[in-house]
C-alpha cells in the first residue's frame, strides 16, 4: 500500500511537470540494478560526453531508491517525488537498466525515447511477464508499454525479450549492449600494452600473490534462501580444497558477501564490494557460476567456466526454470558437487571450443560499436 501510494505521488508531480516544455538535450538515466561504471546505462553516458554532444544528465540510482525505502531524510525523500518527476517530465530522452514502476502510473510525452538497456546481456533464467504473477506482473507491463527501444545483442532473442517486456517486436532493437563495447575495449587494451592491467591493478589492491590464479565465484541471486548458509558451506568447502596455485575470490550478493565476512581462509578473498564486475571478469583466469547472465559477458573473453549448479533440480521444478534445456545450453561443464568442481579444475576439462561457439551465437556483433548504433538510435528523430 505504502509502495502504491509513493508511485501515485511520483506520477502526480510528473503529470505536473509535464507543463514544462521537454528539453532535446536533456537525458534522465534510471539506474535503479546498477550505478557502477561499467553498467551499459553508465558506458553509454561516458561514451556521449566523450563526443562532447552537449547533453545534460540527470539520475535515478538504486541508492537513491534504497533512501526512498528506508524512509531515510526529508530532504531525500523530497528530491525523490519532487526532483526526480521534474528531471523525467523535461528529458527528451531516459535511459534505463531496470523496470522502474512508477512508470506503471504515467505516460511520457509522445516523441520521448524511452531506452530499456537492461543490466544482462542475456538470459538462462526466466523473468520478466514469463515468471511475475498478480499485480507485479500488471505493474511491470504497464511501465513498459513507455519503452520505445528495447535493446538486445542479437535477432534470434528479440521475440524472446518482446515477450518478457511485454512490448511489440518493432520496438526491439538487436544492436548490441555497451557493456560488450566495455570487454572488448578492455581486452585490447591488454593486448596492446601486453598486460593486463585489471589484474594487475586488482591483485595490488588484494595484495594477492601473482602467481596464483584466480578463480572468480559468481552465483546467481536466488529468490528463495538468499540467508541460507548453504553458499558459504560450498565456499569454505571450495577453498579449501582448490589446488595450491589458485585462489578463490567471491562475487556474491551483498546480504551473502556480509556472512562471508566470517570466513578466514588463506587462499580466499572476498571481491563482492568491488563495483566494476568487468575488472573481475577480465582479472580472472576461470569462472564458476550457475545460472547467471554473466556467463554472457564472461565467454567474450573465451576463459573457461564451470556451471557449479548444486539445486538444479529445484530450480528446474520450483524456481523460476529456464528457456532452453540448461545442460545441453551452457558453454561448459556442470558439477553437482564441489567434488566435481574440483576434479574439473585439476583436470583442466573446459570446453574452449563451445564456449568459442556460444560466444559467436550470441554476440554476432561483436565489433566494439553497439555503444556507437544505440547513440544513433537518442539522436535519430
Keep these: 500500500m505504502i509502495k502504491t501510494i509513493g508511485y501515485y505521488i511520483f506520477a502526480f508531480i510528473y503529470y505536473l511537470c509535464r507543463l514544462f516544455p521537454v528539453s532535446e538535450k536533456k537525458i534522465l538515466c534510471i539506474m535503479t540494478h546498477d550505478d557502477g561504471e561499467d553498467s551499459n546505462v553508465s558506458i553509454l553516458v561516458k561514451e556521449l560526453q566523450r563526443l562532447n554532444s552537449g547533453y545534460k544528465f540527470s539520475y535515478i540510482t538504486k541508492t537513491h531508491t534504497e533512501m526512498v525505502k528506508s524512509l531515510k531524510g526529508l530532504g531525500n525523500l523530497f528530491s525523490f517525488f519532487f526532483n526526480k518527476p521534474y528531471h523525467m517530465a523535461r528529458a527528451k530522452t531516459i535511459l534505463m537498466d531496470n523496470i522502474f514502476l512508477p512508470m506503471a502510473y504515467l505516460r511520457v510525452k509522445p516523441k520521448v525515447k524511452v531506452i530499456q538497456l537492461w543490466h544482462g546481456t542475456g538470459t538462462i533464467k526466466k523473468f520478466g511477464q514469463d515468471v511475475n504473477k498478480?499485480?507485479?506482473?500488471?505493474?511491470?507491463?504497464?511501465?513498459?508499454?513507455?519503452?520505445?527501444?528495447?535493446?538486445?545483442?542479437?535477432?534470434?532473442?528479440?521475440?524472446?525479450?518482446?515477450?518478457?517486456?511485454?512490448?511489440?517486436?518493432?520496438?526491439?532493437?538487436?544492436?548490441?549492449?555497451?557493456?560488450?563495447d566495455d570487454i572488448l575495449y578492455r581486452m585490447w587494451k591488454n593486448e596492446r600494452s601486453n598486460i593486463n592491467i585489471d589484474k594487475q591493478l586488482i591483485y595490488e589492491k588484494y595484495h594477492l600473490p601473482m602467481d596464483k590464479k584466480l578463480?572468480?565465484?559468481?552465483?546467481?541471486?536466488?529468490?528463495?534462501?538468499?540467508?541460507?548458509?548453504?553458499?558459504?558451506?560450498?565456499?569454505?568447502?571450495?577453498?579449501?580444497?582448490?589446488?595450491?596455485?589458485y585462489i578463490l575470490g567471491l562475487r556474491l550478493h551483498p546480504y551473502v558477501a556480509?556472512?562471508?565476512?566470517?570466513?578466514?581462509?588463506?587462499?580466499?578473498?572476498?571481491?563482492?564490494?568491488?563495483?566494476?564486475?568487468?575488472?573481475?571478469?577480465m582479472t580472472s583466469d576461470l569462472l564458476i557460476t550457475d545460472y547467471s547472465s554473466i556467463i554472457f559477458e564472461y565467454s567474450i573473453t573465451e576463459k573457461p567456466m564451470i556451471f557449479f549448479a548444486y539445486d538444479l533440480d529445484e530450480?528446474?521444478?520450483?524456481?523460476?526454470?529456464?528457456?532452453?534445456?540448461?545442460?545441453?545450453?551452457?558453454?561448459?561443464?556442470?558439477?553437482?558437487?564441489?567434488?566435481?568442481?574440483?576434479?574439473?579444475?585439476?583436470?583442466?576439462?573446459?570446453?574452449?571450443?563451445?564456449?568459442?561457439?556460444?560466444?559467436?551465437?550470441?554476440?554476432p556483433r561483436l565489433d566494439g560499436k553497439a555503444s556507437e548504433r544505440v547513440i544513433q538510435l537518442i539522436t535519430n528523430n
Design 315 to 363: 530450480f528446474e521444478g520450483h524456481g523460476r526454470g529456464f528457456y532452453c534445456e540448461y545442460e545441453g545450453f551452457v558453454p561448459g561443464p556442470v558439477a553437482r558437487d564441489c567434488k566435481e568442481v574440483i576434479e574439473i579444475i585439476k583436470k583442466e576439462d573446459y570446453s574452449l571450443d563451445r564456449i568459442r561457439r556460444f560466444n559467436l551465437e550470441h554476440f
Design 258 to 281: 556480509r556472512m562471508a565476512q566470517k570466513l578466514h581462509i588463506d587462499n580466499l578473498c572476498d571481491l563482492s564490494g568491488e563495483r566494476s564486475l568487468s575488472a573481475l571478469i
Design 134 to 180: 498478480g499485480k507485479l506482473r500488471l505493474l511491470e507491463k504497464r511501465a513498459n508499454s513507455n519503452i520505445s527501444h528495447l535493446i538486445v545483442n542479437n535477432e534470434q532473442i528479440a521475440e524472446l525479450y518482446a515477450g518478457v517486456f511485454g512490448v511489440d517486436i518493432d520496438k526491439v532493437y538487436p544492436v548490441g549492449l555497451p557493456k560488450t
Design 215 to 245: 578463480v572468480l565465484y559468481a552465483p546467481t541471486f536466488r529468490d528463495i534462501n538468499l540467508g541460507s548458509d548453504i553458499t558459504l558451506k560450498y565456499v569454505e568447502e571450495l577453498a579449501n580444497e582448490l589446488p595450491k596455485d
